[in-house]
């Protein structure tokens, strides 16, 4: 299904390597889910230091399925947007 070179391409994404593995036979939805994530990871703004640590957790709860723990993630950041009435940093 996938090149092994699209695999070992994800291990220059230095957040990739830190918080997941990549499932030998990842999908493409997986795949997107942990480039997405590692975007988040190294993003250097400021203020983003709860959103990663509840993404870091999410990742960890669901080990091999990134795109699982993406959509937690989604799920629990809408949440409290909603909760604080769609305002200020989720």
Partial sequence: MFEESDLLALD????????????P???PIALQAME??????EDPAPGLGDIKRRLRRSLAEHP???ERA???HLMETSARVNQEGGEGPP
């Avoid at 220059?12 to 499932?23: Q, Y």
């Avoid at 997405?36 to 990871?41: D, K, M």
Wanted: glycine share 4%; hydrophobic share 50%.
């Fill in 70 to 72: 993406l959509l937690a």
């Fill in 36 to 41: 997405i994530a590692a975007s988040i990871l």
């Fill in 64 to 66: 091999g399925h990134p």
């Fill in 25 to 27: 036979k990842a999908t």
């Fill in 12 to 23: 220059r994404i230095p957040a990739v390597r830190e918080w997941h593995s990549v499932p």
